[in-house]
């Protein structure tokens, strides 16, 4: 089935497949640059330790280093000694249990150079420090790191017994009650102990997920948005050219075969390369005529046009009310193909290969009648 419907949206997946992986590249990017994954580890591990439970809205003015000149407050910390003398010994009592877990070796040596910054979990950090956060902690690490806090035992011969002793004199009530609660269920069994704190662990780092992906997706409306206006990217233009210009739908198409084996479950793909490897097709189909970018719009090449017009923001035959509608259906343009770029690369990739598929079969022939 090779209709021109089924090419169109062939296109016009390609299109929001190459510009949602290079959302997804430079979210990835500035994620890394401010230490977004560490710093969601950081608060998860904070509100299921610490009584004093952390928000995960971290707004842009903090994550951001646009205030450096207000860091004149930084000399103030010599205001504060006490912190600065417990950061070499993190496992005493003064310190939020967090503080001390995330110190444990088992955790520490994931961390940047194998050193957690200091008083990590208890005081913002710069984008510096969340840097050297690690992004990811297993259920494992997490519950050998516990349990070492709770009864350090250099022999090995942590018990039950000893555990219960120190679980009954944490001063964290919901959390002495969770662990509590995980050894009635455990028994003598310390290793079921430890797979308990796993599963704990990892039920609310899922949690934790979801919070990051909800974040990081108001970071890729603002890139989708900002790409969209420096592209120009018009859903609604690239979509009728699609329709109505038999080659550059042919040469699209082409292209889009090319990019489908993205999707190839055989040999996955990262969008970071897919991206790569689309660089050069797009940029020759965008040569074939996509209308991707800023250039003056065929009807005022050969004459004066104002701005508006030249740049197919308004109507450059029309009137007052066609251009207005022109420039409505602009907006709509654009906000059809930021929306588009949310799902992310992969959900277009994977579409871009059914498309494929869809393309390639269609009715059986009849069959021969023998005489």
């Not at 790409?227 to 699209?252: E, G, K, M, P």
């Not at 940029?283 to 197919?312: D, K, N, Y």
């Not at 059914?354 to 021969?368: F, M």
Request: aromatic share 6%.
């Amino acid at each position: 089935m090779d209709s021109l419907v089924v090419q169109t949206a062939i296109g016009l997946v390609f299109v929001f497949a190459t510009f949602a992986a290079l959302v997804s590249v430079l979210t990835e990017a500035i994620a890394r640059y401010i230490g977004l994954r560490g710093e969601y580890l950081l608060r998860g591990i904070r509100s299921l330790l610490d009584e004093r439970r952390p928000t995960f809205e971290l707004p842009m003015k903090v994550l951001l280093p646009f205030k450096r000149p207000a860091q004149p407050k930084q000399p103030e910390q010599p205001e504060q000694p006490a912190p600065a003398a417990a950061v070499p010994a993190p496992t005493t009592d003064s310190s939020p249990i967090s503080v001390r877990l995330v110190n444990e070796s088992i955790i520490a040596h994931t961390a940047d150079k194998a050193q957690m910054p200091a008083n990590a979990g208890n005081t913002k950090l710069t984008n510096d420090q969340r840097r050297k956060l690690p992004s990811y902690i297993s259920g494992r690490s997490f519950a050998g790191a516990l349990i070492g806090l709770l009864v350090p035992d250099e022999t090995g011969t942590t018990n039950l017994v000893a555990l219960r002793t120190r679980v009954n004199d944490l001063p964290e009530p919901k959390l002495r009650a969770a662990l509590l609660s995980m050894l009635t269920a455990a028994g003598d069994d310390i290793e079921k102990f430890r797979h308990q704190i796993e599963q704990w662990y990892d039920d609310h780092m899922a949690r934790v997920s979801g919070w990051y992906k909800r974040h990081v997706r108001w970071v890729s409306l603002a890139i989708g948005l900002v790409l969209v206006l420096f592209f120009n990217l018009n859903a609604v233009d690239i979509a009728r050219s699609l329709y109505t210009d038999q080659a550059l739908r042919t040469s699209v198409v082409a292209e889009a075969a090319e990019a489908a084996k993205c999707t190839d479950n055989t040999a996955p793909k990262t969008p970071a390369e897919c991206l790569q490897e689309m660089r050069q097709q797009i940029q020759q189909v965008r040569g074939a005529g996509l209308p991707i970018g800023w250039g003056t719009v065929p009807e005022c090449a050969p004459s004066s046009c104002g701005f508006m017009a030249a740049h197919g923001l308004a109507d450059p035959t029309g009137g007052p009310r066609s251009d207005l509608a022109t420039f409505l259906l602009v907006l709509v343009g654009w906000a059809l193909m930021v929306i588009a770029l949310l799902p992310g690369a992969r959900f277009w990739f994977d579409a871009l290969g059914r498309l494929g598929s869809l393309r390639s079969t269609g009715p059986k022939p009849a069959p021969s009648v023998s005489k």
